[in-house]
Antibody, heavy 124, light 106 residues
Framework: QLQLQESGPGLVKPSETLSLICSVS??????????WGWIRQPPGKGLEWIGS???????YYNPSLNNRVTISEDTSKNQVSLRVSSVTAADTAVYYC????????????????WGQGTLVTVSA | IQMTQSPSSLSAFVGDRVTMTCRAS??????LSWFQQKPGKAPKLLIY???SLQSGVSSRFSGSGSGTDFTLTISSLQLEDVATYYC?????????FGQGTKVEIK
């Protein structure tokens, strides 16, 4: 059974960089057709897609984060990481990592496994 | 692409048939997923490709639609279905979610 677990600092100061790790167990992150994504949810609000990392190595990010996002993988540790630079209070949210599976239809992707999420608060 | 869900909340009796809708601001073919989120928990995938039931999900849940208009139906509402339901398009980036429909029991 695939399991995802987010970890990282729960408190980050404004203007600093938020760094989170998603530890994957139960399978290799480099198995073909496995892709990965990060989604966040501000307290009491809806879900926002942050970005995705594909098996090919390609990454796609939400323009709303103004080029502050980097998603990468560490295959030796079976982890996927997220970095968001120059954070403000607006980046306070629960951050989720999720596996992005590929359907049979070309370009069809869906988030089928999610971590439990980790709350990151941006405050001085 | 903007995703608009309606209603924003609903209340129904146990055993009722419940329907909620999701409308996309432009055609997204069938590139739509539905998620269930209970308080304090991560979202759970219910439906992908607009109408495909995710493995392990109760057959009470069904999805339909294509293009711009989509529907999630719970055939017989149960206590454990109390949650907020989100739709999400993966047709084009940035992928976007609807604002959610909160389901409660009368």
């Amino acid at each position: 059974q695939l399991q995802l677990q987010e970890s990282g600092p729960g408190l980050v100061k404004p203007s600093e960089t938020l760094s989170l790790i998603c530890s994957v167990s139960g399978d290799s992150i480099r198995r073909r057709n496995y892709n990965w994504g990060w989604i966040r949810q501000p307290p009491g609000k809806g879900l926002e897609w942050i970005g995705s990392l594909y098996y090919s190595g390609s990454t796609y990010y939400n323009p709303s984060l103004n080029n502050r996002v980097t998603i990468s993988e560490d295959t030796s540790k079976n982890q996927v990481s997220l970095r968001v630079s120059s954070v403000t209070a607006a980046d306070t949210a629960v951050y989720y990592c999720a596996r992005l599976s590929q359907g049979e239809v070309p370009r069809l992707y869906y988030f089928d496994y999610w971590g439990q999420g980790t709350l990151v608060t941006v405050s001085a | 692409i903007q995703m608009t869900q309606s209603p924003s909340s609903l209340s129904a009796f146990v055993g009722d048939r419940v329907t909620m809708t999701c409308r996309a601001s432009q055609s997204i073919s069938s590139y739509l997923s539905w998620f269930q989120q209970k308080p304090g928990k991560a979202p759970k995938l219910l439906i992908y490709a607009a109408s495909s039931l995710q493995s392990g999900v109760s057959s009470r849940f069904s999805g339909s639609g294509s293009g711009t208009d989509f529907t999630l139906t719970i055939s017989s509402l149960q206590l454990e279905d109390v949650a907020t339901y989100y739709c999400q398009q993966s047709y084009s980036t940035p992928w976007t979610f609807g604002q959610g429909t909160k389901v409660e029991i009368k």
